[in-house]
């Protein structure tokens, strides 16, 4: 039993934060009832953690190769911890923001040691058993987070999906001190410290502007400002990459059409599959009345969907080429968005189900080639770059996609109101539904109830349209990029000068935490390799 311990201490850590992903999104009408906040206060909540993920992953991961994965992953531990109690303490929107962000950055060092604590700690026959077990809690947390929110903010108040994580995060450090020892790469780049900035900046920025966009409008300064500081920062990170000798992500594995795809599919995926949980939660508890762990319920037949699908097709379909599940689950996903887009006034929650069982399908359909492909695409010597780069790709999907998808539902919801109400939309995108028919003349209750119903479903119609073209869009990129295969393989496998030299590279997988949990020994690339060239 002890020789689990370390896979036990790992998998603590990555389930408590890839739950937090989600955790809150049945939470939210109740954290904007007790914190005052609005729309965009509860886009942020949901924001700020996949885009504090997003952008310190990749450096996480070059700090951990550096200074000790063991040492990394403590340190993420306390941060996560810390950053938890406080968010669990917030007394205003604008605290419980800014610790959500320095939660993500405690994830973004777990998350990065993860794979190479459990590559250091197991060989053989116990390694495989290790990365299966930890793929396996990998889905279970995204199903769990919804349900795990409801239950804990239907009976013990929204602060208590923050509190519970200290227990955990203690244990987890307990666990860690006593079974894992200190791996580094001696190999290991320094942190590009300028590429990170850069990038934070241009992520954040262009998620601001969004956000804002939705409220002050497409052409105000401050959106156009931010748009334009996005493409500076966008600017300033390309070049510093293309200058560095040890970059953060280097943008010639961009020249392989493969890996071009499979980046873009990760992104594409989260923003289409995902994105919406926020919007639909409101939706079923404040004009529905479903309670928060009702509403957790309602969506989980997705997550359970694609941790079944994704467990079968890593046994039954590894055969089949990689632009084929990856290029149908996207169309699958895309698919199950414009099944929800039925959606009508009066309907309850069933009537996303077909939509959401089809969506899942293609998420475990397409979800776990990802990770293969993109190691594939590449030279092995590139290996942790890339699936650093992976998983980077999915959390700043998940970060654009709740910006973008939220301006979407609220100009939907917004157009359906007769007089285009902004305070009337902001009420009910508040989570204040209920409250608002509540306050209105008993003879009025039943008609503006049935409008609230038609604004609500107008919002949801219009962000599942967009969330299906985009899943729709990018299946057939992704069949268009991979299907050159042969030419990618070999322009990805070029080495750069150095490479050679470096081989701790392909054991540095601390920046590449596959989200699917399949590991890809180098040993496997070939056979993946030969899957892209059909």
């Known amino acids: 039993m002890r020789k689990w311990l370390p896979l036990t201490a790992v998998c603590l850590g990555a389930f408590m934060l890839l739950v937090d992903v989600t955790i809150v999104t049945v939470a939210l009408p109740d954290m904007a009832a007790d914190l005052h906040t609005g729309f965009a206060g509860l886009q942020w909540v949901m924001d700020v953690y996949a885009l504090a993920l997003a952008a310190l992953l990749l450096g996480a991961g070059a700090v951990a190769d550096r200074s000790g994965r063991r040492r990394t992953y403590l340190a993420g ?283 899942g399908v293609g998420v475990g359909t397409a979800t776990p080639a990802m990770a293969a492909a993109a190691m594939a695409a590449v030279a092995p010597q590139r290996a942790g770059m890339a699936g650093g780069a992976l998983n980077t790709s999915r959390q700043l999907g998940s970060a654009l996609g709740i910006a973008v998808l939220g301006a979407v539902f609220h100009a939907g919801l917004r157009g359906a109101l007769p007089d285009g109400s902004g305070p009337t939309a902001d009420a009910l995108t508040s989570g204040r539904a209920a409250e608002l028919v509540a306050r209105a003349p008993e003879a009025d209750r039943a008609a503006l109830a049935r409008l609230v119903e038609q604004a609500f479903a107008a919002g949801l119609r219009d962000t599942y349209l967009v969330a299906g073209g985009v899943g729709l869009a990018g299946g057939l990129l992704v069949l268009w990029l991979l299907r050159g295969g042969a030419a990618a393989d070999r322009t990805a496998n070029a080495e750069r000068p150095g490479d050679a030299e470096r081989p701790g590279d392909v054991e540095s997988p601390g920046r590449s935490p596959f989200p699917s949990g399949a590991a890809v020994p180098a040993t496997g690339a070939a056979a993946v390799q030969a899957r892209l060239r059909r």
């Not at 390694?127 to 809690?137: E, H, K, L, P, T």
């Not at 509190?163 to 955990?168: E, Q, R, S, W």
């Not at 320094?190 to 990038?199: H, N, Q, R, S």
Request: with cysteine; proline share 4%; hydrophobic share 55%.
């Open 77 to 359: 531990l306390g941060v996560f911890a810390a950053a938890s109690l406080a968010c669990g303490l917030a007394g205003g929107p604008g605290t419980l923001i800014a610790f959500r962000a320095v939660q993500g950055a405690g994830a973004a060092a777990m998350y990065a040691t993860t794979m190479a604590l459990l590559t250091h700690a197991y060989h053989g026959r116990d390694r495989g058993i290790a990365f299966g077990v930890w793929g396996a809690v990998n889905g279970a947390a995204a199903a769990a987070g919804p349900i795990a929110g409801g239950l804990i903010t239907e009976h013990l108040g929204w602060r208590w999906i923050f509190f519970v994580n200290l227990p955990l995060c203690a244990l987890a450090v307990a666990v860690t001190l006593r079974s894992l020892t200190e791996s580094r790469d001696p190999h290991a780049r320094g942190l590009d410290v300028p590429g990170t900035a850069a990038f934070t900046v241009a992520a954040a920025a262009v998620t601001y502007a969004l956000i804002r966009g939705a409220e002050d409008g497409w052409t105000s300064p401050a959106t156009l400002g931010l748009f334009a500081l996005a493409a500076l920062a966008l600017t300033a990170f390309l070049i510093v990459e293309s200058r560095c000798v040890r970059p953060l992500l280097d943008l010639a594995l961009f020249r392989s059409p493969a890996f071009a795809g499979i980046m873009a599919a990760s992104l594409l995926l989260s923003a289409a599959a995902f994105s919406y949980y926020l919007y639909v939660s409101l939706w079923l508890q404040s004009v529905l009345g479903l309670t928060p762990v009702g509403a957790g319920l309602a969506l989980v037949p997705l997550s359970v969907a694609g941790f079944l699908v994704s467990a079968l097709a890593g046994r039954h379909l590894h055969a089949v080429p990689a632009r084929l599940t990856v290029g149908g689950g996207l169309l699958l996903v895309g698919t199950g968005s414009l099944l929800q887009a039925g959606l009508d006034a009066g309907d309850s929650w069933t009537a996303l189900l077909p939509g959401l069982l089809v969506t």
